[in-house]
């Protein structure tokens, strides 16, 4: 097999940022990007499991897929992300297409695991770590614009929100060391990016204990702004319950920190918040909105929404209406509830609003 490597990657920013990881590591063991599927030996998509029709999307590029396998019999496709945790080793039966298949932590073993398939095998690694951050892993560019980077701060989700499948997928959170995440925007900054993203699933729960000291988001996201005032600074995605006054004053104070906020809400009934374990209340979130509106009266701020969560009446529809029109949001990703299996929703609630209606 030619150590040529085609990375496609699907769903959010992390899985663009864990593209950046495989795209290291595999470069680190001799192969080569290419730019197109047909000149591959190895193709790595990086999945999403967020909502079935994700899953869907991917399970029909494998079908397509097959020309390049029939073409090159020794052709090793893998899929890695979330999906590949999600269903591990149910995927190998996908047609004998897949021959790898690699959870979030697992992208280190990644040489091995293709090794193992160049050999005729079918390789696995889903171990969820509890301190994997992959912060001595230099990210390569996997195929994205040299403007915009993206540094995963925090991997993971303790959040347990009922109708959510990353814990399950992505594991506990943690937190990655401050000085790994300042050496890598500094590099970002000297080789020509100038907007940097800080992501995390609920990236201001980012913390960092090190003896009696604590680092909150705020001071390190004052530290990446610091290093060149030409370097444009955001954050995704926010957590009402954890977007504190203090980072909202450091951004007030650093303007190359970009005056916006992504903070879901997912809906305006206090009721259906409870269902879903977002843990907090229509007040409280109308709370960090005024919060914003006083602090930084410029900030843009957007949302996501999930309508027709399980039992939501129309009476909490119209409530997600009302602060909607409340909230005067500058854009909304919005999406039908999708049970995913094995979460809190599917366990305990009936997803019993009509597909019409949601
Ligand atoms: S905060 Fe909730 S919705 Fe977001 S990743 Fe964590 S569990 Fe999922």
Known sequence: MEKKLYI???????????SDVIASVLTGDGYK?????????????????????????????????????KKNPGLVVGLAGCMAERLGEKLFD?????????????????????????????????????????????????????ISAFISITRGCNN?????????????????????????A???????????TLLGQNV???????????????????RVAAIDPRLRVRFTTSHPKDLSDELLK???????????????????????LGLMNRGYTRADYMKRIESIRRIIPECSVSTDIISGFCGETDEDHKETLSLMEWAGFDFAYMFRY????????????????????K
């Not at 047909?38 to 897929?65: D, F, H, M, P, W």
């Not at 959870?103 to 079918?122: M, N």
């Not at 001595?136 to 040299?146: K, Y």
Request: aromatic share 6%; charged share 25%; proline share 4%.
């Open 204 to 222: 201001n729960s980012w913390r960092w204990i090190s003896g009696n000291e604590t680092m909150e988001f705020h001071t390190l996201i004052a």
């Open 250 to 272: 450091t951004m007030a104070e650093k303007h190359n920190i970009c005056r916006h906020i992504h903070l879901p809400v997912q809906s305006g009934s206090s009721r259906v």
């Open 160 to 184: 347990m929100c009922s109708y959510c499948i990353v814990p399950f997928v992505r594991g506990t959170e943690r937190s990655r060391n401050p000085e790994s995440i300042l050496k890598e």
């Open 94 to 146: 996908a047609g004998d297409l897949v021959d790898i298949v690699a959870g979030p932590d697992s992208y280190r073993d990644l040489p091995v695991l293709a090794a193992e398939a160049v050999s005729g095998k079918k390789a696995i690694n889903i171990r969820l770590s509890s301190c994997e951050t992959y912060s001595d892993i230099l990210p390569v560019n996997s195929g994205h614009d040299g």
């Open 338 to 357: 999708s049970e995913r299996p094995g979460t809190l929703a599917a366990e305990k609630f009936r997803d019993d609003v009509p597909e019409e209606i």
């Open 8 to 18: 496609e990657t699907y769903g959010c920013q992390m899985n663009i940022a864990d």
């Open 33 to 69: 990007l290419v730019k197109e599927a047909g000149e591959a030996g190895l193709i790595l998509i990086n999945t999403c499991s967020v909502r079935e029709n994700a899953e869907k999307r991917v399970l029909n590029r494998l079908q397509q897929l097959r020309y390049f396998k």
């Open 186 to 196: 500094g590099m970002h900054f000297e080789s020509g990016f100038r907007e940097i």
